[in-house]
């Protein structure tokens, strides 16, 4: 059996990959959020996963919602830079792991989990800033698989945050029933934290609900996946719903995790986190 | 009792979804900014908005609201937030003009409420 060897918590934007672009690590407002990656970065530099679940949401770029998956999983064998509208990031195309997702969909579909299958799916930023943070090498090919599934947190009816806390507990499944024993996994969950980017009440943030958040994650994640996604709605804005990703991310370890690294900085429109835990088995 | 995930009545003010109506009226507009990923279509927009706009049928309460840079209208509309940036974009206002623009500030107010800029 495959086995998952601890999880990442990750926000993604835009602004973050162009700062990564050009080698601002060290940008003063930002600083504190993108060193924010180097525990992570040698975490996995010293772990040297096999592959990497990341459960993200496209941004209307690789769908459209004349026809919107409300998940969706790539098969593909190589998946490519999208352009969001500003062209594409210098970053070569991410590969995949055909063998390892078919058998993940396999999996989750028989879990119930019925899936929309993509044999070409471009990322955007909702991947490739984390990829590119944890990732940052530029001159080595990329060390690890990806096996994107995106989810739609944008288009509602968007799935309650107790389905995504259970879709991980499903991919927890699949990779334990992954044929290589010796495969070893680790789960992205990405998102920011607390933000909402349209409407009168743009730039609502919430430092105490994304606390909590963070501690709830670590502790009694079945205290979040109870919650509605009106609750998101209502604490973290309405773009904050998509911290129901890092709960999916969550699902999919063991019921205890060590912390190894927690950080927050909310400079702008947007409570951004970082945390790294430990799978310790079942 | 099976709970509803969305109350869309108690939404927080100054809140919109994109579902139902408000996603049935903002597919052709939403689509014309969805295509603004290509350059080509960046290009056309740039070189004669008017005729990028007829080229998608849109409706002329969407044109109208595209030529007045009404981001808080067309959010209305049921436009999309991360469609909507490219065509702002393309307008000259980045996220930071969008975003004042909708809560009724300038800027320059905006930013003041933020923790940029001030060692946060």
């Not at chain 1, 195309?93 to 055909?98: A, E, K, Q, T, Y």
């Not at chain 1, 290589?180 to 919430?206: C, I, K, M, P």
């Not at chain 1, 998101?232 to 804005?237: C, D, L, P």
Request: glycine letters at 8%.
């Amino acid at each position: 059996m495959g086995r998952i060897i601890g999880g990442i918590g990750s926000p993604h934007a835009p602004s973050i990959g162009a700062l990564i672009d050009a080698g601002d690590w060290d940008n003063p407002d930002w600083r504190p959020l993108l060193r924010g990656f180097a525990p992570m970065q040698d975490w996995l530099v010293q772990q040297r996963p096999d592959a990497a679940i990341l459960i993200y949401n496209d941004h209307v770029t690789t769908f459209f919602f004349e026809t919107y998956p409300i998940f969706a999983l790539s098969v593909a064998e190589n998946h490519r830079i999208a352009d969001e509208g500003f062209g594409p990031r210098p970053l070569a195309p991410i590969p995949g792991d055909p063998d390892f997702a078919w058998h993940v969909a396999h999996s989750l579909v028989d879990d119930e989990f019925d899936i929309t299958l993509c044999h070409d799916m471009p990322l955007d930023h909702g991947a490739l800033t984390p990829a590119s943070a944890l990732w940052p090498d530029r001159a080595a090919p990329w060390p690890a698989k990806l096996l994107p599934i995106a989810v739609n947190v944008l288009q509602f009816p968007v799935p309650s945050p107790r389905r995504l806390f259970r879709l991980g507990q499903a991919l927890r499944r699949a990779v334990q029933s992954y044929r290589d024993d010796a495969y070893r996994v680790v789960v992205l969950g990405t998102g920011g934290l607390s933000h909402q980017l349209h409407g009168e009440r743009f730039g609502y943030q919430n430092y105490d609900w994304d606390m909590r958040f963070l501690d709830l994650l670590e502790e009694d994640p079945e205290q979040l996946a109870a919650l509605r996604l009106q609750d998101f709605i209502e604490n973290a804005g309405a773009e904050g719903a998509e911290m129901i990703m890092w709960l999916a991310m969550r699902g999919a370890l063991s019921a205890r995790v060590r912390r190894l690294h927690r950080n927050y900085h909310a400079p702008l429109h947007t409570g951004f986190a970082q945390a790294l835990f430990e799978d310790m088995g079942d | 009792m099976r709970t509803r995930q969305i109350d869309e009545a108690a939404l927080p003010h100054g809140t919109y979804l994109n579902s139902g109506a408000a996603a049935r009226a903002g597919l052709k507009v939403n689509r014309f900014c969805y295509d603004l990923r290509q350059p080509e279509n960046r290009a056309a927009f740039g070189a004669d908005p008017e005729a990028a706009m007829a080229r998608y049928d849109l409706p002329e309460e969407d044109r109208a609201l595209i030529r007045a840079k009404d981001w808080l209208g067309l959010i209305k509309r049921g436009v999309n937030v991360f469609v909507l940036l490219r065509l702002a974009q393309l307008c000259g206002d980045g996220l930071v003009a969008v975003g004042a623009q909708m809560r009724g500030e300038t800027p320059e107010q905006y930013l003041a409420t933020r923790n940029i800029g001030k060692g946060g």
